[in-house]
C-alpha cells in the first residue's frame, strides 16, 4: 500500500545531496515548502558523532512543525558515509502536515539514497531524538525483519490517523476526520427532513473543519453547475425520481475532485477525510445514504446517471447452451456390429 504525495526535491536540495557526502556536513534538515523538499538549515561536523548529536539535532526541530533530519554518522559503506534518518512529527503538529510527511518521507529517503541511511528514528516529543532516545530505541530493537518501504509508510500514516467525531476526534476509524461545524450538522439534519435537498461541504484546510458551502434546493438540471471546475467538495443531494411505478427518494452523496486542478494537501485531505466523514453522517447524524459516488466533473450529473447507479439494469438474457461441436476431421461415425445373442434370437 502507497501514498506518495508526488512532492519531490527541489534543485537546489539535489544540489546539496551531492556536496553533503564528503564528510564535511554532520547534520541538515529538509522541509517541505510550496509542495518542494527544500533544505531548511545545516550544521557542519565538530567532533564525534555522539559529542555533536545533542547540540546539532534538538536545535532543528520545532514545537508544531514536522521535519526530516539526516545524521551523518561516522561509520561506512561502500557507498559513503552512513546517515541516521529521523522524522520529527509532534503530536501538536496540524493533521494535515503530519499526513503529508508521513507520505513522502519514502520519497525523500529513495532521492538521497536508501543505501546509505543505517538507522531510522521516529519522534513526537524532543526526548525520542536526543543521543539518549536514540541509544534507548536501539536497545529496544529486537528480532523483528525489517519493514518495506510500503510498510513503513503505512505504519507512519497509521500513527497520524484519527477516528470520527462531530465535535472530537477518536482513534476508530482509518482516516482523518475534521470536525463538523455546528452549521454543517444543521445543513445535513435540514436535508434529512427535507427543508432542502442539496448540501454542499468544505474542507477548511487552515482551520482543519468541515464547514457547509451550501444549503438549498436544487433541480436535477442545474445540479452540475453546483460542481466546482477547480477545487474538491463533498455533495448530499436528495435524488426525488420514479422507478418502475414507484415513487423514490434517494440520498446520494457525491465526492467530487476535478483532476490535478487541486493542490496536493487538498486532494489528500478530500481522499483522507472521507470516510470519516461518511460513518458521521449515517451513524451519528442518521442519515441514509442510498449511493456514494466519485466524479471529476459536474457533467456527470444526468438524471439518467444517478437512474443508472442507483438502479443497475439487469441483463435479462440468457443464451442458450449449445453442444459443443466434435473435433474435425474425425472420420466417418463407427458402426457397432450387434452382440451375438442379439442374432440368434431374431
Same mark, same amino acid.
Given at each position: ?181 455546528? &452549521?454543517?450538522?444543521?445543513?445535513? +439534519?435540514? @436535508?434529512?427532513?427535507? !427543508?432542502? #435537498?442539496?448540501?454542499?461541504?468544505? /474542507?477548511?484546510? *487552515? ?53 490535478? &486542478?487541486?493542490?496536493?494537501?487538498? +486532494?489528500? @485531505?478530500?481522499?483522507? !477525510?472521507? #470516510?470519516?466523514?461518511?460513518?458521521? /453522517?449515517?451513524? *451519528? ?62
Amino acid at each position: 500500500m502507497s501514498h506518495q504525495t508526488g512532492i519531490r526535491a527541489n534543485d537546489a536540495l539535489k544540489k546539496f545531496f551531492g556536496k553533503c557526502r564528503d564528510g564535511s556536513v554532520r547534520v541538515f534538515k529538509v522541509s517541505i515548502v510550496d509542495e518542494e523538499l527544500t533544505l531548511a538549515s545545516f550544521k557542519e561536523a565538530v567532533g564525534s558523532w555522539e559529542d555533536d548529536y545533542d547540540d546539532q539535532v534538538i536545535p532543528m526541530i520545532e514545537d508544531g512543525q514536522p521535519a526530516y533530519i539526516l545524521y551523518r554518522l561516522d561509520s561506512k559503506n561502500t557507498s559513503g558515509y552512513e546517515w541516521l534518518f529521523i522524522s520529527w512529527s509532534p503530536d501538536n503538529s496540524p493533521i494535515r502536515q503530519k499526513m503529508l510527511y508521513a507520505s513522502t518521507k519514502a520519497t525523500l529517503k529513495q532521492e538521497f539514497g536508501s543505501g546509505q541511511i543505517k538507522e531510522e528514528l521516529h519522534g513526537i516529543v524532543p526526548d525520542d531524538i536526543t543521543l539518549h532516545g536514540f541509544q534507548r530505541y536501539k536497545n529496544a530493537a529486537v528480532g523483528p525483519a525489517p519493514l518495506t518501504v510500503a510498510e513503513e509508510e503505512l505504519a507512519e500514516l497509521k500513527r497520524c490517523e484519527v477516528g470520527v467525531g462531530v465535535d472530537t476526534r477518536h482513534q476508530t476509524l482509518s482516516g482523518v476526520a475534521f470536525p463538523m461545524t455546528s &452549521t454543517a450538522v444543521e445543513a445535513i +439534519r435540514g @436535508l434529512a427532513i427535507d !427543508c432542502h #435537498n442539496y448540501v454542499q461541504l468544505k /474542507i477548511d484546510l *487552515e482551520r482543519e473543519i468541515i464547514n457547509v458551502e451550501c444549503a438549498c434546493i436544487v433541480s436535477i438540471e442545474n445540479l452540475p453547475e453546483k460542481v466546482p471546475t477547480t477545487n474538491a467538495r463533498y455533495h448530499l443531494y436528495r435524488f426525488k425520481h420514479t422507478h418502475e411505478g414507484d415513487y423514490l427518494e434517494s440520498v446520494v452523496f457525491i465526492y467530487s475532485m476535478p483532476g490535478y &486542478t487541486c493542490s496536493i494537501k487538498e +486532494r489528500m @485531505l478530500y481522499s483522507s !477525510c472521507k #470516510n470519516p466523514l461518511l460513518y458521521t /453522517i449515517e451513524s *451519528e447524524l442518521g442519515l441514509f445514504i442510498s449511493k456514494k459516488l466519485e466524479i471529476d466533473s459536474g457533467s456527470e450529473l444526468t438524471e439518467e446517471y444517478l437512474q443508472n447507479e442507483l438502479h443497475p439494469k439487469k441483463n435479462l438474457y440468457r443464451p442458450k447452451f449449445d453442444k459443443p461441436k466434435g473435433p474435425p476431421n474425425r472420420g466417418a461415425k463407427r458402426l457397432t456390429r450387434p452382440h451375438q445373442s442379439d442374432e440368434s434370437q431374431n
